[in-house]
Every structure is written in C-alpha cells, then in structure tokens.
C-alpha cells in the first residue's frame, strides 16, 4: 500500500513530549513549561511560535539539549553540535551537563499580536505639514535606478518594468498550469487525505429502538419543531431560488438599501474594497500571498533543532492550571511548531463538499467546529458557490452533491491543507463535511442575491403594465435604472410609474406573454460573522452519522 504524506506535518516541526515539567513562575497563574522529546518534521527554530492544541500559541525562551534517554547505537548520529562521532564519544557527550542550543532573540522572535487594533481616527483626513510636504518632493526628485541595455534613452527608460515586478510574472509562470489546474491538484492532494482521517471511524448498521413507553420522554419536541422549519425553509429555497415578497408596509428603497443592481453578474464591476464592516480592520493581509508562501517555503530549514534531536523547550507564559494537569502517560501531548504569519487572523475559504452520512439542512452562519490541520475552533462560516469569476453567490444553505466554499475569520495557513468539518448533534461531534484550504483572500466577494417578482397587467406589443413588484410610486423612481428580466428570457426597463400604488408601465425587447413573471435581481456583498473560538470541551464525543454508532476520544 502506498505509504501517503500529510504535507502540513511534513512542513511542520512537531513534538511528542517525552517529560513535562513546570520551571520559574512568572505569577501564580503564569509559569513556564518545560517539554522533552524528539523533533519531528522539520527544524524548530527558537524565534518561532509554538502552537498548543486546545489552549493556544505562545513563545519559546530557549532550546536545551539534555541526555538523549534513547541513544541509537550502532550506528553514526549528527548530535545539536552538527559533527559526526562515534558511539562512545557520543555517550560521554550526552553524560556532561545540559548545553543550551538557543535562545530567543527578541528582534527576530515571531510576535504574539494575532489581530490589528483598529484606530478609529485612521480615516480622517489631515492637512499635511511642512515637513512632510519637503519629504514628498524630495522623494519625487530622487532618481529611480533601473537595468537598461546601453543607448536606451529616457524616453525609452520609462516604459521599461521594473525588475521586481519581472520577477513576480517570473514567479506565476514558473508554477505553471491554469487556475483550474491548480485547484484540481490542490483539492487532489487534501482529498487523500481527509478521506484517510474520516474512513478511521467505523459505520454501525444495528440501531437500538427504546420501550414505547420510554419514547416520548426521550425525544425534544420543541427542537423537532425548530428542525422542521429548517426543512421548510430548504425546501422552499430549492424551489424558488433567491425570491423575495416584497413587504407593504415597509418601503422596498428603506428594506433593500443595501442592494445594488447589475447588468452582468460575470462581468459588473465591484470594488473589493467599498464599504467594508469594521472587523476588516483587525484582520491581516498579503500583498502577494503565492510570493510569500514561496519565501516561508524555502527558509523553513535555515536555522534551529534538527528532526531527531532530544530537546528541551522552555515555553513562556503557559497558565498554571493547564500545566499541573498535564500527564504524558494518559492523554499524549503534542506540540506543533507554527511557520511565519500562521498566527494571524484573516479571511479563510475552505472548498467543502458534504458527507453522504448527514442529510439534515446546514445554514449559513451556523456553528460549526473546523479542524484544518493542527487546530481546531468553532466558527459560523457562509457558504458561496465555487466558481471562476471575481463575484461569487452566496448560498443560504449548504447544498449537497456539489462543491461549496466556507469563508470565515481564521488564523492563517498555507495549502494544501485538509479540513474537516464538524456539527453538534444530540450531544455529539458529527462529521457533515471534508475539504481543503482554498486561500486567504479577504478580497473574495460573496454576493447575496434577491429577487423581486411582478406579473403583467396590461400587454400592448412591447410594453406593459406591471404589479406586485412595487406597492408605492417612491419606490418605482428609486429601482427605475434596475434593468428587468423575465423567466422566458426577454429583457427590459422602468419606462415611468402608473399611479400612486405600485403599477408601472415597462418596455421590453419583444413582446410579453401573460403567463411571464417579471424579475428584478438585487445584490449586495455579505461577510462572515467573527465567531473564532479555540476553547472546546475536551474529551469530546464524534459520531460518524449515525446516532447510534459514536467513539470517545481522549
């Protein structure tokens, strides 16, 4: 059987700790902790952080090399000293003192700052001082340097691009291949192993009825009436899609003020960055996202303890009450070392697709628990559909049998990387969906759409009176530049509003039938909620589908 690699534990330096023990105290409820054991992965470097499954990330003081309990003999081993000996020589070493390997350097140290204070006075304009008007034409009047075969002129100069910028172009055609491709081999990678993780849990076909008399008293009738709106609902919704009944007693400019319309959903302009909510402001964002991930890649082996080295790390800042209930013997603690940036928030979309286990509806902005490669938290994503273009509709549900993406706010991390997806149910952690990372892209625009319906009054040849769209003249005025469209597929415009109660006459590119509907999309731009949350009870119960059929994990 092919033996399969997790990449994000292969690209990641991680530690089975072998001894814990609690060093200096800080305060009574901050000390430091002291875990034992073999590097695995890659290279852990002192500055970087370390993640601790369930409880957070946090700095290491330094690294130590102490006794190695498990001495490979018979054969050469590279000791933290990075020179070749022999066994005997290698023993002698490993009786002497504890030799310190590293030690943070606070200028390098990766900070510990995951979200950015907004400044509620960064958007104020200010006029500028004479100091910083003789700063701006200085820098206007430096010269800029650029490579240029000999004999070009000035003229000629100007139109050259810079290196850096050939260097980018250089850097997206050397990964080859088109934007499907790179999807398709992402999702291929993670694919193997999320299904790797989800086939460990074993299906039961025997379902335990209980006494008729024991029935009602188990069952909740008043989340069975909750469950059954839900269904309704996605009912309701895959049968008449984005539809909306416009409200008469509010007026329709006041309840979709925050709708626009457009001529093409493909190809319409929308700035990404136009009236974005305030949490936008705490989050983190690449300028070049593949560049940096290229940059991390490469420098992941510069410095640090080697995989297969006995080491010590002094972890600063661990609480007391999580320290004195460690116990290695029972429950294994792992320690996963964090590559640059993976501490910070953003906006993460994940490509999911539903397991065949789970048929109940999953609503946007409904918790659900997110393990994507070493952490684990609880957030409310919204789903979109998984497409090409620069706009991307929202969905109100999580469809079956199709690709969906799931965007919320998230630490960072690099793809491929699997996810699984998580739902309580009945007191159990049920598996409903499997997938990978897409990106870290807060410019990905998920767009709600609605639409308004009308019904032809009045038809002469390609005009038309219509009603029910609209119940006041106001509100005709404030759409008339909204271009319409029917379900048989002619399009048309607002010519002028009939009366004072919601009639108006339109004007169509051919002629109408009476049984046509007229429609009106509106669309507007939705982000996720911020609902991180790390903290989840622990042991935990995870049921693979079926209620009966549940394992407990330590």
């Given at each position: 059987?092919k033996?399969?690699?997790?990449q ?5 330096p991680?530690i089975v ?5 609690i ?6 409820d ?10 695995r992965?890659?290279?852990l470097s ?11 990330d946090f700095q290491v ?6 006794k190695?309990?498990c ?9 933290p000293?990075?020179?070749m000996i022999t066994?005997d ?8 003192e504890?030799?310190?390997?590293e030690?943070?350097?606070?200028t390098k140290?990766?900070?510990?700052v ?12 200010t006029?500028p ?5 003789e700063?701006a034409?200085?820098?206007a ?6 490579k240029?075969?000999?004999g070009t ?5 100007a ?5 850096e910028?050939?260097d980018?172009e250089?850097e ?5 291949g088109?934007f499907?491709?790179?999807e ?5 990678e993670?694919?193997e192993?999320t299904?790797?993780?989800?086939n460990?849990?074993?299906d039961?076909e025997s379902?335990t009825v209980?006494?008729?008399d024991q ?19 996605e009912k309701e919704y ?7 009944d ?6 329709a ?6 709708y626009?319309?457009l ?16 949490d936008?402001?705490?989050i983190f964002?690449?300028e ?8 991390v890649?490469l420098a992941?082996?510069?410095e640090?303890?080697m995989?297969?080295w ?5 972890i600063?800042?661990v609480?007391r009450?999580?320290a004195?209930?460690?116990d290695?013997?029972?429950?294994p603690?792992?320690?996963?070392g ?16 539903r397991t065949?286990h789970y048929?109940?509806?999953?609503k946007?902005?409904?918790?659900l628990?997110?393990?994507s ?5 609880t ?6 559909q ?7 509709k929202?969905e109100r ?12 706010y ?5 793809p ?5 997806v ?6 159990t952690?049920?598996?409903v969906?499997?997938g990978?990372l ?5 410019n990905?625009i998920v767009c ?11 038809i002469h040849?390609?005009s038309a009176?219509?009603?029910y ?9 404030w759409?008339k530049?909204?271009e319409?469209r029917?379900?048989h597929?002619?399009k ?6 009939l ?6 006459k ?9 049984h ?15 609902s991180?949350n790390?903290?989840?009870p622990?042991?935990?119960?995870w049921?693979?589908g ?7 994990c330590?």
């Amino acid at each position: 059987q092919k033996h399969l690699h997790v990449q994000f534990r292969d690209t990641h330096p991680h530690i089975v700790a072998e001894k814990v023990e609690i060093g200096s105290t800080d305060t009574e409820d901050i000390c430091v902790l002291k875990v034992s054991g073999y590097v695995r992965g890659r290279n852990l470097s002192v500055n970087r952080l370390i993640h601790i499954p369930g409880l957070g990330d946090f700095q290491v003081l330094q690294i130590d090399s102490p006794k190695d309990p498990c001495p490979v003999k018979g054969h050469h081993k590279t000791t933290p000293s990075d020179h070749m000996i022999t066994d005997d020589q290698y023993i002698e070493e490993m009786d002497e003192e504890v030799k310190i390997l590293e030690i943070a350097d606070p200028t390098k140290q990766e900070s510990l700052v995951s979200e950015v204070v907004p400044d509620p006075m960064e958007g104020e304009q200010t006029w500028p001082t004479q100091e910083e008007l003789e700063e701006a034409e200085t820098a206007a009047k430096k010269p800029v340097l650029k490579k240029v075969p000999q004999g070009t002129s000035e003229y000629q100069a100007a139109w050259i691009i810079d290196s850096e910028c050939d260097d980018n172009e250089e850097e997206e055609m050397s990964d080859g291949g088109s934007f499907d491709d790179v999807e398709e081999n992402t999702f291929s990678e993670s694919e193997e192993e999320t299904s790797s993780l989800a086939n460990t849990i074993v299906d039961s076909e025997s379902v335990t009825v209980p006494d008729e008399d024991q029935y009602d008293s188990q069952m909740d009738f008043e989340e069975e009436k909750k469950q059954l709106e839900v269904l309704k609902a996605e009912k309701e919704y895959r049968m008449f899609p984005d539809e909306v009944d416009t409200p008469i007693n509010i007026p329709a400019r006041t309840r979709f003020a925050k709708y626009r319309g457009l001529r093409s959903f493909r190809s319409s302009p929308w700035d990404p960055k136009e009236n974005l909510p305030l949490d936008y402001a705490r989050i983190f964002q690449f300028e070049n996202f593949r560049r940096t991930k290229k940059r991390v890649m490469l420098a992941i082996d510069d410095e640090g303890a080697m995989p297969g080295w006995y080491v010590t790390l002094h972890i600063s800042r661990v609480p007391r009450t999580y320290a004195e209930t460690i116990d290695v013997k029972s429950s294994p603690l792992v320690l996963y070392g964090l590559l640059p940036h993976e501490n910070k928030m953003s906006v993460m979309n994940f490509v999911l697709k539903r397991t065949p286990h789970y048929s109940l509806p999953i609503k946007s902005k409904e918790e659900l628990i997110f393990q994507s490669g070493v952490r684990r938290y609880t957030v409310c994503p919204i789903f979109s559909q998984h497409t090409l273009g620069d706009k991307h509709k929202y969905e109100r549900f999580f469809q079956h049998n199709t690709s969906t993406v799931a965007t919320v706010y998230a630490p960072i991390a690099y793809p491929p990387l699997p996810v699984l997806v998580f739902k309580y149910h009945e007191g159990t952690q049920v598996l409903v969906a499997t997938g990978t990372l897409l990106s870290p892209n807060p410019n990905r625009i998920v767009c709600k759409k609605i639409i308004l319906s009308g019904h032809p009054y009045k038809i002469h040849k390609r005009s038309a009176v219509i009603r029910y769209m609209f119940f006041n003249r106001d509100d005709i005025n404030w759409f008339k530049p909204v271009e319409l469209r029917t379900k048989h597929g002619c399009k048309g415009n607002i010519k002028e509003p009939l009366g004072t109660h919601g009639h108006m006459k339109c004007v169509f590119d051919k002629q109408l039938k009476a049984h046509d509907t007229v429609l009106m999309p509106l669309y507007k731009r939705v982000f996720p909620k911020w609902s991180y949350n790390m903290s989840l009870p622990h042991p935990f119960i995870w049921n693979h589908g079926n209620e009966e059929d549940s394992m407990t994990c330590e």
